[in-house]
């Protein structure tokens, strides 16, 4: 335990919050990373997924690409991509990355979010008269939005992991103090490092927890009381 | 490609260190959960606890737990030993879940039928309750064997060596095929892995032969997760 209180002094130290190498400027670093390469990767992942969700179409090839993808070792593809887009340009590389590593479990969100919707419903909005584009809009994208959301949750979690192995080409972030701790030898700040980066995944995913359960429409969360073990029925009855 | 055909040995010999790496943290992860996972399944309080400690524990980003758990347990940060924990951890965090589910997902009808018949709950749950879960385990196992073996490459950060010495090596001395080879094999063993799983599952449970049960077991990852912490 007593590196845990170097980690700690490590940390606290006045030093850690001056200078070019602060923990402040890693970690939004860290972050912009990571919020770039999501919203690149939702970008293009949501309109495809709402696609395939939508019309049925290439819902094989979704599955089977994200599937495949996750055998892909996320730190060789960005040492590759360095290597192939140029050294000059680590920071394009790494994007490319980031972006390519995020799109499956967006794309895997964005249709399952619309092919877990029962069909009865979007017929009854078919037979209610609107258009398909109603229906995507006013049916199939609220109702899917929780695991699209799940899909963006992943998919940032992904990217983080992925940040910190970053490091490792010189791009910052707070893998950064465990690659130069590494080298160096020096525990308490890669153990220090290594806390901040697993706060900064918790609140991450506790953030998308939260926002998950906002957006979840208020008829589909009262319809389904008894896929949630977790809470105890006494509060979901006051909640009614 | 000149770089791969003269190399052929190193990338044979990372190839089977890399599998090495890779079975303990799949075997004990598989192990570990069932139990977990029945824990998960059977109990109200347990369910949330457990599920959300899974989850959490799989938010951790690999270089970080890799860091974390030598001080935590006391062994040393550059050991094998380092790597098997951290990736069983995962494996744990991925299969306690899909086995939750899996026993969940047993109809009813056939539980009570077997305790209408006298079994008692341990034989209950080996003879009745996990073979019919198996198909849903088996998806978890899959799941949790390819990521396995695509995580083992970041061991090399701590000194342990497998493909993905052939990444950071590659890196240093700037060549493209290298680390490129590396890629290649860790897919190659995952899909030939995941391969292997399903063959192993259609030949203990002859009974998902003809149901194309295959299909929904490609479902991706989110899937599990995203039911996680919530």
Known sequence: MNLFSEAMAWLFAPERYTGADALQIRIGEHLFYTFVSVLIAAAIAIPLGYFIGHTGKGREIAIGVSGAARAIPSFGLILLLVLLIGVTQKPLAAFVAFVLLGIPSVLAGAYSGLEAIDRRVIDSARAVGMTEWQ?????????????????????????????????????????????????????????????????????????????????????????????????????????? | MNWVVNNLDLIADLSVEHIRLAIPPILLGFVISIPIGWLAFRFKLTRGLLLTLAGLLFTIPSLALLVILPPLLGISALSDANLTIALTIYAVAIMARSVADALGSVDPAVRQSATAVGYGSWRLFWAVEFPL????????????????????????????ESLGYLFTNGYQRGIVAEIFAGVVMVVVIALVVDYLLVLVGRLLMPWTRKQKTVRPQLEPMPLPTVRGAA
């Open chain 1, 135 to 240: 229906i995507l809009w006013k049916v199939e994208i609220p109702l899917g939005l929780p695991l699209l959301i799940g899909g963006l949750r992943s998919a940032t979690l992904q990217i983080v992991a992925t940040v910190t192995l970053a490091a490792y080409i010189g791009l910052g972030g707070l893998g950064g103090y465990i690659i130069a701790g590494l080298a160096l030898r020096r525990f308490d700040q890669m153990l220090g490092a290594a806390l901040v980066i697993v706060a900064l995944a918790l609140v991450l995913d506790g953030l998308f927890a939260l926002i998950e359960r906002f957006v979840t429409p208020r008829g589909v969360a009262a319809g389904r009381p008894s896929d949630v073990r977790t809470r105890s029925s006494r509060a979901r009855a006051v909640a009614e």
């Open chain 2, 133 to 160: 879960a198996g198909p849903v385990i088996l998806a978890g196992l899959r799941v949790a064997a390819v990521s396995t073996i695509s995580l083992v490459t970041v061991g090399i950060l701590i000194g342990t």
